[in-house]
Structures are given as structure tokens and as C-alpha cells.
């Protein structure tokens, strides 16, 4: 069964400074990977995803993330976080095209920016 | 496109009382999927519909959760005899799943259930 892990419930973060957030997975198969954003009371918001190709993916608001085999590991990365980052991240495996695309989710990590 | 829209947002209900939630997909998403999240976790799935056939509802919560997808556009998430431990975010994903490629999922705001 797939799992996925987010070992950090919370993260602090300087206005403009660096931002990593870190997800492990569990997959049998070549792993479908997801970065959603979610603020309070609101639905997921896609960040960008991993299929296959290029390990390092870009996406909106100017997140990236590396897809990392070896390690099992898909983390987020920003260069300069904004106050309007604050927010809680979700990453997320999918089953892929055998069948329905089911996302299992981390916990997630919520972050907050201090000014 | 309009994006995924669900109705109604809040829903506070007394226990044992029936609710029923509605999901609009994105205008010819074929898949549509629903999840529960409850407070400081992440979605659970619980079913998707390819067109209007229900494709997998084994991990709907109980016999008291049923879906439908009558016409392949909307979808309805009922919840009969609500217990307290129903109270959650009710979540709803739209999909385009073309040939062999996977599908990317796009989330509704979600329908906020509290069981008084």
C-alpha cells in the first residue's frame, strides 16, 4: 500500500528566506507525485506534480520540487518565501493509470512566515 | 471553466439526521473523486465515478455513506443517521483522463460537515 511521510507538523520561516518541505514516500511503482496547498477553510490548490522526465519540476508561485528515486523523497523547495506562503502543504502519491489516480496524502506541514 | 464548485459549504446537523452534499466537476471532467479530512489530517479517499460509474467505493466509511454520479456531471455524497464522528471537510476532485495518461485532480472549497 502507499504511504506518504511529512516528518515536520510545523515550520517557522523568515519573510524572503529559503523554504524546504519534506515528503517521503512508499510506492511499489513508479510513484505519481503532487504538492497541493491548502489555506484555512479552503480546498487544495495544485502546486505541480511529478509524472515522469525531468526530476526537478517547477510550478506556480514559484515552488519547485526534485523528485529523488534513491531516497524515496519528493521535497518542496521555495528561494524566497512571501507572507502569503503562510498556508498548510499537502504532498501526495497517486495510484497512477492502472485504475482510478486515488491520492494518499501526508499529514501535511503547515508553515507559517514571520514578518 | 469555472472550477470544481460544491454545495453547501457549512452543513451543521443534529445526530442521526441525513445530509447530503452536491459536487459540480469542471465543465468534461470525466472523473470525480471525493475525500474526508478531518482536523489536522490529510484527505482519505473514498470513491471516484469514471463518467457515472462508480469505479471503486470500498473505502467509503461505512454503509451509511452512499455516492452518485447519475448523468456523468454531478455528484451527490449522502450520509445517513450522521454520527458526531462524521464531522469533517467533505471534499470533492474533478479529473480528465485521457487514454493512458494519468489524471491530474482539481479540488472543490469543500463542504464543512459539524454532527451536533
Known amino acids: 500500500a502507499q504511504s506518504v511521510t511529512q516528518p515536520d507538523i510545523h515550520i517557522t520561516v523568515s519573510e524572503g528566506a529559503s523554504l524546504e518541505l519534506r515528503c517521503n514516500y512508499s510506492?511499489?511503482?513508479?510513484?505519481?507525485l503532487f504538492w497541493y496547498v491548502q489555506s484555512p477553510g479552503q480546498g487544495l490548490q495544485l502546486l505541480l506534480k511529478?509524472?515522469?522526465?525531468?526530476?526537478l519540476v517547477q510550478g506556480i508561485k514559484g515552488f519547485e520540487a526534485e523528485f529523488k528515486r534513491s531516497q524515496s523523497s519528493f521535497n518542496l523547495r521555495k528561494p524566497s518565501v512571501h507572507w502569503s506562503d503562510a498556508a498548510e502543504y499537502f504532498c501526495?502519491?497517486?495510484?497512477?493509470?492502472?485504475?482510478?489516480?486515488?491520492?494518499?496524502f501526508g499529514t501535511g506541514t503547515q508553515l507559517k512566515v514571520e514578518l | 471553466d469555472t472550477g470544481v464548485s460544491q454545495n453547501p459549504r457549512h452543513k451543521i446537523t443534529k445526530r442521526g439526521q441525513n445530509v447530503t452534499f452536491r459536487c459540480d466537476p469542471i465543465?468534461?471532467?470525466?472523473?470525480l473523486y471525493w475525500y474526508r479530512q478531518t482536523l489536522g489530517q490529510g484527505p482519505e479517499f473514498l470513491t471516484y465515478?469514471?463518467?457515472?460509474?462508480?469505479?471503486?467505493k470500498s473505502r467509503l466509511l461505512s454503509d451509511r455513506f452512499s455516492a452518485e454520479r447519475p448523468k456523468g456531471s454531478f455528484s451527490t455524497l449522502e450520509i445517513q443517521r450522521t454520527e458526531q464522528g462524521d464531522s469533517a471537510m467533505y471534499l470533492c476532485?474533478?479529473?480528465?483522463?485521457?487514454?493512458?495518461?494519468?489524471?491530474?485532480?482539481?479540488f472543490g472549497p469543500g463542504t464543512r460537515l459539524t454532527v451536533l
Open positions: 465543465s468534461e471532467h470525466n472523473r
Open positions: 476532485a474533478s479529473s480528465i483522463k485521457q487514454g493512458s495518461s494519468t489524471d491530474t485532480q482539481y
Open positions: 511529478y509524472f515522469s522526465g525531468d526530476t
Open positions: 465515478f469514471q463518467n457515472e460509474a462508480q469505479l471503486e
Open positions: 510506492y511499489g511503482a513508479t510513484p505519481y
Open positions: 501526495a502519491v497517486g495510484a497512477g493509470t492502472g485504475g482510478g489516480n486515488k491520492l494518499t
